[in-house]
């Protein structure tokens, strides 16, 4: 039983990770429930819900924070219109529903078409969608970090 237990831990762990690489993964959430399947593994006796838990768990939230704001910033320093970040929003929802490209795509063609829409001016709005898709970027390069601290966390959390 508690080599299963250890095997849906390492499981979670790396699909959470896989998730930040490829959209449609909830990875960092997958990272916190292996995290605290682990923890519940001895009881909670190595890793407990405080402070290291919650810590994880504010972690993870942040996480999800990032994945949000980093396109609309993207798209803000491109001088995205209002409607712009709304169709980057939409298009991020939409894509969802058309697997890995969608999720790519959708953002960019969602903030595209907003700014079109708000100014009518083709290549504005084609570098908003630039802008947005290097806003996912990043935000896919925060959330890595912050995977990578929860792990170090947790460990340091478990030997110590």
Do not use: C, E, Y
């Amino acid at each position: 039983m508690t080599l299963l237990l250890w095997l849906a831990v390492l499981v979670l762990i790396l699909v959470g990770i896989a998730g930040l690489v490829f959209p449609g993964l909830p990875g960092t959430p997958l990272v916190f429930a292996g995290l605290v399947l682990a923890a519940w593994s001895d009881d909670f006796a190595s890793v407990g819900w405080w402070p290291t838990l919650v810590v994880l768990g504010l972690l993870t939230a942040l996480s999800l924070v990032v994945d949000v704001v980093a396109a609309a910033l993207g798209a803000q320093r491109m001088g995205a219109s209002g409607k712009a970040l709304w169709g980057a929003t939409l298009g991020g929802v939409v894509g969802v529903f058309f697997g890995l490209a969608g999720l790519v795509i959708g953002p960019f063609v969602g903030a595209a078409l907003g700014q079109f829409a708000a100014n009518r001016d083709l290549l504005h709005a084609g570098r908003v969608g630039v802008g947005t898709l290097f806003g996912l970027f990043i935000g896919a390069v925060l959330k890595l970090a912050v995977t990578v601290t929860m792990l170090g966390v947790f460990v340091a959390a478990w030997f110590i």
